[in-house]
Each structure stands twice: as structure tokens, then as C-alpha cells.
């Protein structure tokens, strides 16, 4: 088996990468940052970020694991004391892999460009200088004009992260949706938005269309670019999946239970 890792980079995490590295070629397990099977994330949610971008391009080809140096995280639930643990259990190939829906944007741009990319947790949009004002489409028909600070489109298993602080619904992860939450939205006598977060099926779309000519502001998980000349941005549950190895019960609501209520 083929295998990488991706670092946090701080002294622990590239302690856990070294030691992990030498485990697993002791074991047979080859080494390769290209075409991996499995991908090895030390750090936190952040880093398994980092990784899946960096194989955004072969997801049906490789599986996700991640040990948490920090807080205990939605994707990285094994403890740097469980390392060898893990390897163990790579080694004889005892895992099942899990398949987590993902959010499809395409951004069309006015000299008729499409840029597509796929996000594990959200994508957002806003205006740096000025209120955001989008026309908000749900399968091609008009459903209202946004006027706020921005909007959050995210998926299922990034319903926990933006999506939650900006007040949106928590999503189990294997649900085939799509979540629209407002930041900030204008209501009052004149203008109007529903308020709430918007849950698409995978067999429904939202396009966002700009009402003036302005610059915007995205964000791809950790990714943040300037969009100028943007015609439309289309989104929708992708058609691809993120993978995930996992070796032991992973059970979603304790994991939200234990991050937002315990106080343990």
C-alpha cells in the first residue's frame, strides 16, 4: 500500500510524521506523496484540509485518516498516543472506508471562463467594501435578492464549522446535501430575505448572480481569492466524494456532543 502524510508543521506533528513514516515502511508500506492510497493528516481539521485539496484531483482513489495534535477534531479522531495503534491496523489493512458528500462550485466569469472546485466543508462569498447584493436562484427560478454581509454555502460535514457560527442547522455527514446560510442579512420594511438556512437534496442547485458590477470576495475551504468580472457562481452536491479510512465507530453525534455541550 501507498501511503502519505500531511504535517501541521509544528514540532509534534513532524515528530508523529517522522515516527509514522518509519513504522509504516518497517511494515512494507511505500512512501509516495503523488499517487497515495491513504493519506495521514497530523494536526487538526485545518491540516486534513490541506490534504484533501492536495488530492482533490484522485478522490476515488484515496482515503483519508487524521491524528489530532490539538483539539480533538470532526476528521482527525486518532490520539498521537494511538500511533502505533494506527499503524497496526494500516499495516494488516483493517479498515473500512466511508464516503462523505462534497460541494461543487462553478464560477462563471463574464469573458465566458468556468473555473470548477470542490469543497470538504464550504465555500463563501461576500463583498469587501460594500453590502453583497446577489439574486438568489433555486433550480432556475428566482427565489430572492440577498442584500447582508455574505452567504455560506456548505456541506454536510462542514456544517459544523462557519456554517454552525453563523447560526445554520448541523447536518449529519452522510446526508447528500447542501446547506445556504445568510451572514448578516438586511430585513426590514423595504427589503427582504427568508432568514433562515436554506437545505438543498443533491438533485437541486442554487446560483448566486451578481445584481452590479462589483468585486467579491470568495473563500474554498481555506483557499481565499478575488472574483472580478463574475457573470454567476453555481452550486451543488458534487458528483465526487471525500473517502475516509476508518478502523473503529465514529459516531457523529457524540463527536458533536463532546465539541459543543460536554463539559467535560
Known amino acids: 500500500m501507498r501511503f502519505s502524510i500531511q504535517s501541521r508543521r509544528d514540532p509534534q ?8 513514516k518509519t513504522y509504516l515502511t518497517d511494515f512494507g508500506l511505500i512512501l509516495d506523496e503523488e499517487e497515495p492510497e491513504i493519506v ?10 490541506h490534504a484533501f485539496h492536495r488530492h482533490a484531483h484522485r478522490l476515488d482513489q484515496v482515503a483519508f485518516v487524521g491524528i489530532h495534535t490539538g483539539h480533538l477534531g470532526f476528521y482527525a479522531d486518532w490520539k498521537p498516543s494511538e500511533l502505533e495503534k494506527l499503524v497496526l491496523s494500516i499495516a494488516k489493512n483493517e479498515f473500512n472506508v466511508v464516503e462523505y458528500p ?3 462550485v462553478q464560477v462563471h466569469c463574464l469573458n465566458s471562463e468556468t473555473v470548477r472546485y470542490l469543497a470538504l466543508n464550504e465555500a463563501t462569498i461576500k463583498s469587501p ?27 454536510p460535514s462542514g456544517s459544523t464549522a462557519y456554517n454552525k457560527a453563523l447560526g445554520g442547522a448541523i447536518i449529519h455527514p452522510t446526508l447528500p446535501a447542501i446547506q445556504i446560510t445568510e451572514m448578516a ?31 467579491f470576495t470568495m473563500t474554498i475551504d481555506h483557499k ?6 463574475l457573470k454567476w457562481i453555481t452550486f451543488n452536491v458534487a458528483a465526487e466524494k471525500v473517502r475516509f479510512a476508518r478502523f473503529r ?16
Open 102 to 104: 462534497l460541494l461543487e
Open 185 to 215: 442579512s438586511i430585513n426590514n420594511r423595504v427589503f427582504r430575505t427568508v432568514g433562515s438556512s436554506l437545505v438543498l437534496p443533491a438533485h437541486h442547485n442554487c446560483t448566486l448572480k451578481p445584481v452590479k458590477d462589483q468585486q
Open 249 to 264: 465507530p465514529f459516531p457523529f453525534w457524540e463527536r458533536v456532543h463532546d465539541s459543543f455541550v460536554s463539559n467535560d
Open 129 to 155: 467594501d460594500v453590502t453583497l447584493v446577489m439574486d438568489v436562484e433555486l433550480n432556475g427560478n428566482q427565489f430572492e435578492r440577498f442584500r447582508g454581509d455574505g452567504l455560506c454555502v456548505s456541506t
Open 40 to 49: 495521514i493528516s497530523i494536526g487538526g481539521d485545518g491540516t486534513l484540509l
Open 224 to 229: 481565499h481569492f478575488v472574483q472580478s468580472d
Open 13 to 20: 506533528s513532524n515528530e508523529l510524521m517522522e515516527l509514522a
